[in-house]
């Protein structure tokens, strides 16, 4: 019985330490391809540049930035549908980065058939919360509601001492 949990611990140690092994070289051919669509886009090679960055988003690497180069790359392709497409995606995770949101606007003021959009007037838009990553927005919600309920809460327990009505 003993000899049974010693092999089953070995045994464990060793899929959870090659499991390590795994991801570690998962990572680094991930930087690997990052770099390499870096580099292949600063030596003007766009289309391969496009495809690195495409391979790591298929891959699972959901990174802002990834998605930040992927719209620079398809804007210089000419690609403007493209490109606008990957900065709403990239702005999704980093919604305050003023050359995002510049490069964004720039790629809109260049499409020819462009429709301007209606001004949003709308209460997230003047409060500045329309600029707040999901998180960001989640958290505001959920230390709102915990300021609200606790204040009801103490407001229900605590016997008043006079009544308005």
């Known amino acids: 019985m003993i000899r049974l949990i010693k092999l089953t611990t ?7 330490f090659s ?15 990052f770099f390499d669509a870096n580099q292949a ?17 298929e891959n ?21 549908g493209k490109a606008i497409l990957f900065y ?7 919604p305050r980065n003023d050359d995002l949101a510049f490069n964004l606007s720039y ?4 499409v020819v058939d462009a429709v301007d959009e ?10 500045g919360l329309d600029s707040l990553n999901w998180q960001e927005t989640f958290f505001i919600f959920t230390i709102t509601n915990i300021f609200f309920f606790s204040i009801l809460g103490i ?5 008043a001492d006079w009544s308005y009505y």
């Open 118 to 127: 209606q001004q949003r007037i709308s209460m997230l838009n003047i409060s």
């Open 155 to 159: 407001r229900l327990v605590k016997e």
């Open 41 to 57: 886009y600063k030596n003007g090679r766009f289309q391969i540049a496009a495809d690195g960055y495409l391979e790591l988003i």
């Open 60 to 80: 699972g690497f959901d990174a802002g930035h990834v998605y930040y180069n992927l719209g620079n790359t398809y804007f210089r392709l000419g690609s403007l």
């Open 88 to 94: 709403e995606r990239a702005r999704l995770l980093i």
């Open 107 to 110: 790629a809109k003021e260049q």
């Open 10 to 16: 070995i045994g464990l140690l060793i899929v959870y």
């Open 19 to 33: 499991s390590w092994g795994l991801m570690a070289k998962n990572l680094g051919s991930e930087t690997e391809i």
